[in-house]
């Protein structure tokens, strides 16, 4: 049982928008921790989506966006395709655990 | 070019002991925290621990500690996770990543290198 929860899966038809929630609790994400979010393509390494919140790195597209609010956090994808069908995670820190933390991961199949 | 590139994949047996590594390019190997994640067959990530290669400064998961070791060589811009006896449940990839200053977020991440333990 991952410490931050998350969807097993989310779906949606090309050019819909979906999002993917993350909950946490008063030890991390509650806390003020900030939330990351990263892609995971099948057989690759995982690739940072979005830190702190809500920034986007250099070459990241438009289209994912990420917002926090209390003791959660979500990832929006616009504009579905095909190319964003991956896995997608959360992670912050936990001050219980004294390290980071990842959600269970969030697999997205575009229709 | 910031990189980490992690040693290739391995094949060892219940009991035995292994190392594995991974090299840093393109920055100061020795003034960012690297960090440890392990993926289990068709699972999520599980961070492991950390290290800061400047002063071997390490941190473990509750559930990693004493069952792995993290260590560095900053001489060789090169970081290890190592175990001194597998067990099959230890199979997974297992990648390296950097932590970022200021927002603790890991990027890059190595490409992973996957252990299998089998008898």
């Known amino acids: 049982q991952s410490v931050l929860t998350q969807p097993p899966s989310v779906s949606g038809a090309p050019g819909q928008r979906v999002t993917i929630s993350c909950t946490g609790s008063s030890s991390n994400i509650g806390a003020g921790y900030d939330v990351h979010w990263y892609q995971q393509l099948p057989g690759t390494a995982p690739k940072l989506l979005i830190y702190?919140?809500?920034i986007r790195p250099s070459g990241v597209p438009d289209r994912f966006s990420g917002s926090k609010s209390g003791t959660s956090a979500s990832l929006a994808i616009t504009g579905l395709q095909a190319e964003v069908e991956a896995d997608y995670y959360c992670?912050?820190?936990?001050?219980?655990?004294?390290?980071?933390?990842f959600g269970g991961g969030t697999k997205l199949t575009v229709l | 070019e910031v990189q980490l590139v992690q040693s290739g994949a391995e094949v060892k047996k219940p009991g035995e002991s292994l190392r594995i590594s991974c090299k840093g390019s393109g920055y100061s190997f020795s003034t960012y925290w690297i960090a440890w994640v392990r993926q289990m067959p068709g699972k999520g990530l599980e961070w492991m621990g950390i290290?800061?290669?400047?002063?071997?400064?390490?941190r473990y998961s509750p559930s990693f500690q004493g069952q792995v070791t993290i260590s560095a060589d900053k001489s060789i811009s090169t970081a290890y996770l190592q175990w001194s006896s597998l067990r099959a449940s230890d199979t997974a990839v297992y990648y390296c990543a950097r932590r970022g200053d200021g927002y603790h977020a890991f990027d890059p991440w190595g490409q992973g290198t996957l252990v299998t333990v089998s008898s």
């Open positions: 702190a919140n809500t």
């Open positions: 290290m800061y290669p400047g002063d071997s400064d390490t």
């Open positions: 992670q912050s820190y936990d001050s219980s655990l004294g390290g980071s933390v």
